[in-house]
């Protein structure tokens, strides 16, 4: 491992740490079951399983799978 993985280790880390920490602060009031992402109404299944989900289904799998394709690509695109 040279110093630039070692670096982008390092801030891919302290990346993680501070959306934890700000995820931990963050109210985790009711959604209002709408879909922040593309207006439609959230799934009542993934309501009853998460009260406080932001997006549906679909658009939470879309948001996973974009951040999968950044990790791959090491934080770049």
Known sequence: MDE???????????????????LSRQSRAPSS?????CGDRIESAR????PSAPTCCDCAAEEDAEHQRRRKLGGRG
């Open 4 to 22: 630039v993985d070692a670096a982008n280790e390092r801030a891919e880390h302290l990346t993680s740490m501070a959306i934890k920490v700000a």
């Open 33 to 37: 079951g709408i879909c922040r992402a």
């Open 47 to 50: 309501l009853r399983a998460n």
